[in-house]
């Protein structure tokens, strides 16, 4: 259930509801619009007398919340969300763009990345520290180092960092650099970490999992919200289908159902929905006609020699071409960028 | 294996070299490109003597074919194929817009469509007469009647008719009203029919199958090329997997590789694609901005009221929407319409 | 709705209930059990007066029916259907082996296999004349021929025969030969082809779709059996699924929930549900300890050598050994074989 | 690469061979065998001198792995690995059977159950004590009171205890209580909980992730060996796919070629694989026809009233079917129970 608040209603009145809200065995979630303020009330609300919480100080009415997901359901909240990465907002009605190395390697390839995405207009860099890898024997990122020089990299270009967070472990580490928590797919159920970035107040980026339903993403950002974290940003990356010829297949459909779903920000990934560079821009295009508010890339100094996916990664010269076509494309959506 | 015939062969070095191909127990395709013709050898050419062949008159070249599928690679035919509609051409260079009812039902409907969207600038008429439907005891289609609505339609507007064959029994009827014949989802390896109307030159507009890889699609394709008739048309409408709030999963990953692969001209149906109305345009707007040579959708003066498929189809006026962002995004893409 | 006959309804009775529900605008079927005679209602029975039904002569009541397939589904009929081979029974409370090679090649190749499966037990005979083959350059079938010699080895072994149809075109050939008509994955959904084996009375063995659900191979079934065919057997041959290393994904899950839906006997294909020799025969034992009415496998002399389908075929020596775990899983589950 | 060792071979031979790889840059594991041990060579041995290796004391020959999975292949270890729980043993050829709640629920409930599954011949009790759910409202176990529940029913009935631990927080806790860890499927690309599992010495149960393929799987798995822990159980309980009737798709078509690569034992949960309970038994004989070390079901004593999973949960009378079942299908295969 929704209790929708008069224009009104006092900060005193709003810590009297919630008061009444959790003697009655309720969780109550404070959700702060323009226009209004609402409060989520969060259990078994069938038991709840309406009837008896509408006479109450400072409220105009209920509403009742049909999906299982209630903080993020843009029935709660109808603007959407807006991500503030300091020298980048998502979420705004603007076009962000996110760009960088999928592992960072070398001082030098970050830099290099990190000027060149610049150069050209992007607004955030990535840079995978923490690998989750499917082998044990492959490369598991440089770790601290990695942090260290994505670090120099912002210090330099202004960019802030968008980064993995693999477990509970070293999110204590990874916060203290990153600007941007990255929840990677095969994470998206994991519970105890989802419940850790929520009680941090830094922005997350929530990929999609491999076989997850669109329920199942937002009930795991709801994870994260009802811990009090509302800098949740999703990010669409491809699922698993029977097609193998691509790496994933990237599902733009959902796009439209998503934003009619939740006020969250919506990015796109195409380097992981393709898996094959020619189909990076092409698909970055079609993500921003589909209508988001970003998208995120992976580029390489020489992506032959990329030490993790290189065969998506695009080079510079393909990354110019696509940050031109961004702004075409974003021009057309009315967005900024 | 590919022979590639010098610029200067004469009509007469290509009908020896056929017959030859053939005394050696291979079928020969001729396939005339712009700048050069070449000659598609099909079976088992592991056996063939390479220097042999290109010593023969006429032969600039050889080149093996790694695909399964020969004639609809883009290996044998760098130039992406051109299918006439009368009034409209796919694969041109232009955005081919294709639009009209799921199932045509009455008089007043069909032509109220067919008016509308020739007005907001479609170039051709989709509307099915036959149809296939899961249930026997479904509205399967108005039949003959529906292909002679079609054909006043046509008379009135101009617009070249798309409308799906459904079997080999009614093939000669459909074939005597349509433009082009639209194999449909279920029907992309009934190799029957893909047989007779390979045996036609009547342009035909191949759905992919619910389940179908990219490479099985082609092959179906090379089932209709096989028996001379080039004027195929590929149309992603979305593949079936785990999630199901969407109806299908359209997947314009594949699009830019399919391109790489066939020169044959691909359009996307975003209608069955998405499966919800309010998501159409927007994944027309993606397919565009990918790359296509067209989109088709469903259009219905009442989508509550149609027959079949309702929730998908666009109103009147969420079609002008959508042409006026499709005249946007050709714009952008450099592609007339 | 279901028209519950009184056991004492004459022959008479039950045209006049044929005849009013016809001109009540539905269509009648008539099922026999061997308690009690019902009739299947087809159509919109919203509109129906029930009560006026239930003071007719002959009825005993009658029963809303939830399912879209009516004439298929256990709610109509509690017995399972027997379905007869001439000399085998499917659907009995018996488990019935269908054994023979994917495609008839040679004279030696299909009386060896019909001699040696008919030794070891099985009770019919399966093989390929007509083959839908992914592309069109792969070995398509010895067609007549190929029928000719499947019924030289019944002539000799007693066997009846089952056989694939492909197309509309061939039906009346094929079903001058075979016993049952089998259906392919490829055409569960080829309505035409599914409507003229409705109207034969030979049995029809009915494949699942590649990415069928439970509802849509119901309904392709009730497609038969609306138009007078109840011989129809399900066979679940394995799904398609993001898994590759097996060539499908055989579905052994759905089979209770399938037998609780329809009346309808089921078997099952590990061969083509696994792809690989080494487990078609843990497959097959676990098809017949699920609780089924026949499996179906390949056998061939030599796998190596087969013209389609070799890595999935059984030697000889391994069908010996597969049937002599069927007849102890068969008396497991106290069935006759 | 995979070193074997001369049946002679001394501790000190394998230390200094253990040494010398390590010195080349590579990590040796040792893999006792009842015939043979063998030192399994990990990292990129392409560049490592095999003359020189076979040279060394000790040293037989070599061995090329193929895979990327090495310490958990059957290459490496052909005899199938014994996990022992103390009062049974999983991977011995016996037919083991794991039963008990979804959740634990209440101290009646909990050992009410376990005294009905070790009267029937379970071998270990199953019980959630953390449960991983999708929505964050949702009944998330009794934590620690339920481990206590669990160590009480194990106290009274001797059945070792098989419990999912879903963190690396909560794992020193859960792994004082169980002889069993369970890791979920949401969590079987967990790498950081796979490693910290991996340095202890307690079996683990390793569930397939709901999208995971073979490899992925067996790559999970050599996670927790690579880092010493051998004591490792596979667990395959149902796939999604687009077949939505049954809650997973039980991948029984797996089992046979996992059990050619793989010498780690493997076990079947028919309830998540059907979330049906009339499914269950069913899937259980087809699991165990196919041959594997052992089944886990759920049972409940009032299904209806389950916090967790109600509709799967056998009751107990069901499950005194369900082994009776198991006790002769595993006299088929010659299996001790």
Redo the contacts between chains.
């Keep these: 259930m929704l209790i929708i608040l008069n224009p009104a209603a006092t900060t005193e009145q709003i810590e009297s509801l919630n008061h009444t809200v959790r003697n009655m065995g309720f969780l109550p979630h404070v959700i702060a619009g323009t226009d209004r303020t609402a409060i989520a009330v969060?259990?078994d609300t069938k038991k709840l007398d309406e009837s008896y919480i509408t006479r109450l100080d400072g409220v105009d009415s209920t509403q009742p919340t049909s999906q299982?997901?209630?903080l993020v359901s843009r029935d709660v909240k109808p603007q959407t969300t807006v991500v503030d990465l300091g020298t980048a907002r998502v979420g705004d009605g603007s076009l962000c763009v996110i760009a960088g190395p999928c592992s960072v390697e070398t001082r030098k390839q970050v830099l290099a990345t990190a000027r060149h995405v610049k150069k050209c207009g992007a607004h955030a860099l990535r840079g995978g520290a923490f690998k989750?890898?499917?082998?044990?024997?492959e490369f598991q990122g440089l770790r601290e180092q990695a942090l260290e020089l994505l670090a120099e990299a912002r210090a330099e270009t202004g960019l802030p960092i968008v980064t993995e967070v693999?477990?509970?472990?070293t999110l204590p580490l990874v916060a203290r650099y990153a600007d941007v928590l990255q929840i990677g797919a095969?994470?998206m159920?994991?519970?105890?970490?989802l419940e850790r970035v929520g009680d941090l107040r830094l922005p997350v980026m929530l990929k999609r999992g491999?076989?997850s339903?669109?329920?199942?993403w937002l009930?795991a950002a709801?994870?994260i919200v009802?811990r009090g974290n509302n800098n949740v940003i999703l990010c669409e990356r491809?699922?698993?289908?029977?097609?193998?010829?691509?790496r994933?297949?990237?599902?733009?459909?959902?796009?439209?159902?998503l934003r009619?779903r939740t006020h969250l920000p919506v990015i796109v990934d195409?380097s992981h929905?393709?898996g094959?560079a020619?189909?990076v821009t092409?698909?970055a295009?079609?993500?921003?006609?589909?209508?988001v508010d970003g998208v995120m890339v992976e580029v390489h100094p020489e992506p032959a020699k990329a030490l993790s996916d290189g065969p998506q990664a695009l080079t510079f010269s393909m990354f110019e071409t696509m940050m031109r076509d961004m702004r075409?494309?974003s021009g057309?959506m009315g967005q900024a960028i």
Tied chains: 1, 2, 3, 4.
């Design positions: 969060v259990g299982p997901y209630k989750p890898r499917t082998s044990p024997y693999k477990d509970t472990e095969r994470n159920q994991n519970y105890s970490l491999l076989s339903t669109l329920k199942e009930m709801e994870y009802a491809g699922i698993r289908t029977f097609e193998t010829e691509t994933n297949t990237l599902d733009l459909g959902i796009i439209p159902l009619e195409p929905g393709t094959y020619s189909g092409p698909l295009r079609a993500a921003a006609a589909v209508g075409r494309i057309l």
